[in-house]
Nanobody
């Protein structure tokens, strides 16, 4: 059974950093595009960053460019999202999702989702 588990969320002050992890089980990540998405209260889920299968091509939303970095280690079946220079506007539940040979970074195209991890940026 395909399963994704996020971890690494928490409370951090503005300007701080967090590293989110997405651990996969029940399947191998090699053939999957992995995306990070977030949803703040009262807002729609939005794409943050995606990394493609094999080539490792990355996509970033404009609002995180230069601050967040996505990476993957297929041998460890894990994808990370390094988040630096966090802002209060980054507060949201962050989800990772997987799509078999996915070619987009749009939430509607991803089939498998984790349960999410809360990130709160506040002083």
């Amino acid at each position: 059974q395909l399963q994704l588990v996020e971890s690494g969320g928490g409370l951090v002050q503005p300007g701080g950093s967090l590293r989110l992890s997405c651990a996969a089980s029940g399947f191998t990540l090699d053939y999957y595009t992995i995306g990070w998405f977030r949803q703040a209260p009262g807002k729609e889920r939005e794409g943050v960053s995606c990394i493609s299968s094999h080539s490792g091509t990355t996509i970033y939303a404009d609002f995180v460019k230069g601050r967040f970095t996505i990476s993957r280690d297929n041998a460890k079946n894990t994808v990370w999202l390094q988040m630096n220079s966090l802002e209060p506007e980054d507060t949201a539940v962050y989800y990772c999702a997987a799509e078999f040979y996915g070619s987009t970074c749009k939430a509607r195209d991803f089939e498998s989702w984790g349960q999410g991890t809360q990130v709160t940026v506040s002083s």
